[in-house]
């Protein structure tokens, strides 16, 4: 019973928006498929959950990925 989280930054400011939902769905299938076909795994019984976090919550370099993305623009 496999359980992937895939944590991805929601873009675009504090009301960014992340993966469209039709992304989210390429992205639950496909590691589904992979899963199967690396581990053998069954798609019923694996687990993906996306998970989409602000830019404030994101940091890299220390600094929040916000800041980075406005220093940029």
Do not use: C, H
């Not at 504090?14 to 992205?27: H, M, R, W």
């Not at 498929?33 to 795994?41: A, E, M, Y």
């Not at 830019?55 to 993305?69: D, P």
């Amino acid at each position: 019973m496999p359980y992937v989280n895939i944590k991805v930054t929601r873009e675009g400011g504090p009301n960014g928006t992340g993966p469209s939902d039709a992304e989210k769905a390429q992205l639950v299938e496909g590691v589904s498929d992979l899963l199967l076909q690396v581990l053998g795994k069954s798609p019923a019984t694996t687990f993906v959950v996306i998970d989409e976090v602000p830019l404030e919550n994101w940091g890299i370099s220390g600094k929040q990925v916000s800041q980075i993305r406005a220093a940029s623009t």
